[in-house]
């Protein structure tokens, strides 16, 4: 009896005359043959790995090169902090802030014009034009598709003045048929947000023979276009008010953005200082992104080893980046120069500490006392050490020619070649299946053959024999 089954995509069928298991027999030479490609997979796995392994890293030295970067500038550690003595005023600071205070009286807060239009059940009896006229006396005219109030609020809303406007429903008029208003509100707040509605053209409105809207009675500006303002100095002869459009005074104080919420009887005082916790941040930032690098190298480069529960035997496996010269390169030289003096002043002394087994830890006593004692001499030495590391960072990671990213590269280029041969070895291996599975076929007839040819004979003989 015969068998069959399905192995590389073809199906064979075993001997028929020979009783031989084909199948079994081409799989068996197949695995054999496959042997040099599985060692070309087994070869590209490794490869991809070592390539992710390499581009972590890259990343990691990446990230250190940016910090790097913001630790070496010469104010670095000038960044400070703002406190208000109001809950109605917040304080943000930027990069140009400077330690000082500034006492202030909030007069006012912006807000935008709101107004409606007096109740109707319908705007007019056909389309007519409107002009919106905004605080600096720019004309706006347009003309509703209809005299219905969805058609004004439409347009309003189309003609791109600085207005928006709403159908507010106002009860019912005397008949029972329901009122509307149309609420018109500026989509900015400030004096310079305030705006007129007329019926009639631009040319109408010059001549004053336009219909004011809200003048008009069951309307009103509810409420108004609006600054906010503070005082400074108040109650002295060199009081001054300041008014803006928007309810934050930008750079009130250099870098110093102040933002109101409320009036204010009581002087409000803003102070600004330097912030330590943040200054002390940007150094120990700087020694957390070295060590993140470190580690991972240490990680991967660490050997494991692992016992067999049932053989005992027990098998060492390197890891990915062992034996690897570029980041081992890479990893001494950031260690080295994160460790080496500035104008002969150590890293220690403002808290950056080496340690037995080439990790850095971070001294925030030591810092913080630096900070106190020396700002000039702290800033000097963690810009120093930066800008070293910086450098050496850069150099390994740069997108163009760093020596870890040349690595991944050429790795990239292993990987390319080693899939093309893979490839390759498919086709060849698919050839030879179907060589062997034609040779076996070709055996089978030839067995056929030779087994008709021996019974053709056996008949003739016993033919011949019995006469």
């Not at 709403?166 to 019912?172: D, I, L, R, Y």
């Amino acid at each position: 009896m015969s068998t069959s089954s399905v192995s590389g995509n073809s199906l064979a069928i075993d001997g028929l005359v020979s009783g031989l298991k084909t199948t079994d027999l081409i799989n068996s030479l197949m695995t054999i043959e496959q042997v040099p490609q599985t060692l070309l997979k087994s070869k590209l796995t490794s490869t991809n790995s070592f390539i992710s392994s390499l581009q972590t890293i890259n990343s990691l030295v990446q990230t250190l090169a940016t910090k790097a970067g913001d630790a070496s500038k010469a104010a670095s550690l000038d960044v400070f902090s703002a406190k208000s003595s109001s809950s109605g005023v917040s304080v943000t600071t930027g990069a140009d802030a400077s330690a000082g205070s500034l006492s202030f009286q909030v007069g006012s807060t912006a807000s935008a014009q709101v107004a409606v239009t007096a109740a109707s059940t319908t705007w007019s009896s056909a389309a007519e034009p409107l002009t919106l006229v905004g605080a600096d006396g720019k004309q706006t005219t347009f003309t509703p598709a209809s005299g219905s109030l969805d058609d004004t609020v439409a347009a309003i809303n189309k003609a791109g003045a600085g207005v928006t406007a709403t159908k507010v429903a106002s009860g019912s008029a005397a008949d029972g048929t329901k009122t509307f208003r149309l609420q018109l509100t500026a989509t900015t707040t400030g004096a310079a947000g305030a705006f007129s509605l007329y019926r009639g053209t631009g040319d109408e409105v010059t001549a004053g023979t336009a219909t004011d809207v809200f003048a008009q009675p069951g309307a009103a500006v509810v409420t108004p276009a609006k600054d906010a303002s503070v005082t400074l100095w108040a109650g002295t002869a060199a009081a001054q008010t300041i008014t803006s459009a928007s309810n934050t005074f930008t750079d009130l104080l250099p870098g110093v953005d102040v933002t109101v919420s409320q009036p204010t009887t009581d002087p409000v005082t803003v102070t600004v200082a330097r912030d330590t916790t943040k200054a002390q941040s940007v150094a120990s930032g700087l020694v957390d992104a070295l060590n993140a690098v470190t580690s991972y190298y240490a990680s991967n480069t660490a050997v494991t080893s692992t016992t067999s529960p049932t053989t005992g035997t027990t098998s060492t496996t390197a890891g990915v980046l062992s034996g690897d010269g570029t980041t081992r390169d890479v990893v001494q030289r950031l260690t080295a120069t994160m460790s080496a003096p500035v104008n002969g002043k150590s890293p220690s002394s403002i808290g950056i500490v080496i340690t037995k087994d080439g990790s850095f830890t971070f001294d925030a006593t030591a810092f913080q006392n630096a900070l106190a004692s020396d700002p000039a001499g702290t800033q000097a030495v963690l810009s120093g050490v930066a800008a070293n590391v910086g450098a050496a960072a850069t150099a390994a990671s740069d997108k163009y020619n760093g020596s870890i990213t040349t690595s991944i590269t050429g790795q990239q280029s292993v990987a390319k070649d080693l899939t093309t041969q893979i490839d390759n070895w498919t086709d060849r291996l698919t050839l030879r299946r179907a060589t062997l599975q034609a040779q076996y076929s070709a055996l089978e007839t030839s067995l056929s053959k030779l087994q008709s040819q021996s019974s053709w004979l056996s008949s003739q003989l016993a033919s011949t024999s019995t006469s």
